[in-house]
């Protein structure tokens, strides 16, 4: 059984800055790509990021990309996700996801890839 657990959510004023952190445990972290996404009240699930397991490739949705920076330290078992400059429109919930498969090439934005998933992170962006 896979466990992560999210944390860095809160209040903050547009242009501000939060630093998501998902720690895991459970299965071999370093062997999975993991993944941000996010949903909004009234909306669908939204990818936002993710990272391979080896941390040297990334992927981004256009809606964040130039603003927010996945990462990860496979010591410390922790996905992070650093946002910037954030707009109200970034206002949702946040979760971290592990992908199902180890040692994946590709990133992918498909949640069905993701077979694990915290219970999320509030981030709430005033205006």
């Known amino acids: 059984q896979v466990q992560l657990v999210e944390s860095g959510g809160g209040l903050v004023q547009a242009g501000g800055s939060l630093r998501l952190s998902c720690a895991a445990s459970g299965r071999a972290f370093s062997s999975y790509n993991m993944g941000w996404f996010r949903q909004a009240p009234g909306k669908e699930r939204e990818f936002v990021a993710a990272?391979?397991?080896?941390?040297?490739?990334?992927y981004y949705a256009d809606s964040v990309k130039g603003r927010f920076t996945i990462s990860r330290v496979n010591a410390r078992n922790t996905v992070y996700l650093q946002m910037n400059s954030l707009k109200p429109e970034d206002t949702a919930v946040y979760c971290c996801?592990?992908?199902?498969?180890?040692?994946?090439?590709?990133?992918?934005?498909?949640?069905?890839?993701?077979?694990?998933w915290g219970q999320g992170t509030q981030v709430t962006v005033s205006s």
């Open positions: 990272i391979s397991w080896g941390g040297g490739k990334t």
């Open positions: 996801a592990a992908d199902r498969r180890p040692y994946q090439s590709i990133l992918t934005a498909t949640p069905d890839e993701y077979d694990y």
